[in-house]
């Protein structure tokens, strides 16, 4: 396909739906970091039913990425779910938690127990974001891998300088994509005061974004080898730039539909400068590069990606399909009833 060969096809398809639960479950996991700055139980109950209807279903991206890179790439899923176990277990945790905390805050009217739902969505939320970027960060800066590509660190060298770097940005970026969404399905007073959070939002992700590309480029140079080899792909920073400066542009002019697609569409880019950056590595080893894991010493036989595509092909489809439903279904601003959280 393309003159493309099968390993990078999978890298691709990966990519994307990596990049779907980013654009998807970011904006809920950023609804949940802005959360604890509400003031009412009202506002607090719009924030929850702005996604309560979807925030599921964006976490089905994320569980069909990791069906996908187990059958593709089954060495890396190995590694990186035994390596890399207790961080793992900790995203999972905060993914369990916000989602028991949506459901059980609004059982029970007490004051004492409704603030601790809060506190445990807003905390799971931020701390989610925070395990993601981590991850990229790691990947990004190369993890130490032995000969039989098994992880040779400890879970505290996870966290290095970079790695919580990148794990604020992603934190940052997904404030920011959350307050958009808000704007979109909120109307009166709320739409207006978190429409001031939209540019606070923006200036925090920008100052992190700035912070993070300088930090790449001096420390992390081979993320940035391939495009420099292949200027061509410079287009892609250059989209992302201007897909971020148009986030602010659209916010003053009222069109937040417009704002959350500019939005989407700075994430779509980042990921895909991440891609690049890393082709055709999967897990960069530092500091002995040979070991890394690639898309060709990590891949299953030919006949399993062929066989993959074909079932990819009929798949995929079918969660886009139920993703738009659910989008179309439930659109417009957000009602309160008797049935809401």
Not at 64 to 75: D, N, Q, R, S
Not at 220 to 239: D, Q, R, Y
Not at 306 to 317: D, E, H, Q, T
Request: glycine share 8%.
């Amino acid at each position: 396909m393309f003159g493309l060969d099968l390993q990078t096809i999978w890298f691709v398809l990966i990519g994307v739906l990596f990049t779907g639960y980013a654009i998807l479950d970011g904006f809920d996991l950023g609804v949940g970091a802005l959360h604890l700055l509400t003031k009412t139980d009202e506002e607090r109950r719009i924030f929850l039913n702005s996604i309560g209807p979807v925030w599921d279903g964006n976490e089905v991206w994320l569980v069909t990425a990791g069906g996908a890179l187990f059958a593709a790439f089954p060495e890396v899923y190995a590694t990186a779910f035994s390596g890399f176990y207790l961080a793992l277990m900790l995203l999972l945790f905060c993914l369990i938690f916000r989602a028991v905390a949506i459901e059980f805050r609004s059982k029970q009217p007490m004051l004492w127990w409704r603030r601790m739902w809060d506190v445990s969505f807003s905390a799971g939320s931020l701390l989610a974001g925070l395990v993601i970027g981590i991850a990229l960060g790691n990947i990004a800066i190369g993890v130490p891998l032995d000969v039989r590509h098994e992880y040779a660190g400890t879970f505290l060298g996870l966290f290095n300088s970079y790695a919580i770097l990148v794990g604020i940005t992603t934190v940052a970026l997904f404030m920011m994509h959350g307050a958009i969404y808000v704007v979109m399905k909120t109307e009166g007073a709320l739409h207006d005061k978190v429409r001031g959070w939209v540019n606070n939002s923006i200036i925090f992700f920008i100052i992190c974004y700035a912070a993070t590309t300088m930090v790449t480029l001096l420390y992390v140079p081979h993320m940035a080898e391939f495009i420099k080899s292949h200027p061509v792909w410079f287009f892609v920073p250059l989209l992302n730039m201007l897909a971020i400066a148009n986030i602010p542009r659209e916010i003053y002019h009222g069109r937040d539909w417009r704002a959350f697609l500019s939005s989407s569409a700075a994430i779509v880019f980042l990921l895909a400068l991440f891609g690049i950056g890393m082709y055709p590595n999967l897990i960069f080893s530092s500091p002995v590069s040979e070991f890394s894991l690639t898309i060709y010493n990590a891949a299953s036989s030919e006949k399993t990606l062929s066989i993959m595509l074909i079932i990819a092909a009929l798949g995929v489809p079918l969660v886009l399909a139920y993703t738009i439903s659910i989008y179309w279904i439930f659109r417009g601003k957000v009602k309160l009833d008797s049935s809401s959280y």
